[in-house]
């Protein structure tokens, strides 16, 4: 079974969002959309739209979408069967996390890694 096939996401928190997402839209370039990040759509290499994208967003610090993660950060793993590889972490003695979603965007499922990060997985909807 294939087990991680991407990054589907990178979250990270901010003293002060609103300030943080206005420099990388001035100095970086980033479209930070209103929700407080955006999504890179995946090329080749020459530039030409491949299925895919990575969401990139910031959150204030103190919000506890990372809970019961300590870090400041969490990383979106893209999975292709998110319910085998669930049952296989859960099999290998991982800490994961009971609460799952499935939604319009896909399925998530979490597990707490040995430092104590809580990292997310995903798998996309049908044809993405």
């Not at 290499?45 to 969490?74: C, L, R, Y």
């Not at 319910?83 to 319009?104: A, H, P, W």
């Amino acid at each position: 079974m294939k087990r991680v096939t991407g990054i589907g996401g990178i979250f990270f928190y901010a003293k002060d969002p609103a300030t943080l997402q206005a420099w990388y839209k001035t100095h970086l370039g980033i479209d930070v959309q209103t929700w407080g990040g955006t999504t890179f759509e995946w090329t080749d290499e020459q530039g030409n739209p491949v299925k895919g994208t990575t969401v990139w967003s910031i959150a204030a610090a103190d919000s506890h979408q990372f809970a019961p993660g300590k870090a400041t950060f969490m990383i979106n793993y893209r999975v292709a069967d998110l319910d085998s590889l669930v049952q296989t972490l859960r099999g290998e003695g991982c800490n994961v996390l009971e609460e799952t979603e499935n939604s319009e965007f896909g399925k998530f499922a979490w597990v707490i890694d040995p430092e104590g990060n809580k990292v997310e997985l995903w798998q996309a909807p049908e044809g993405q």
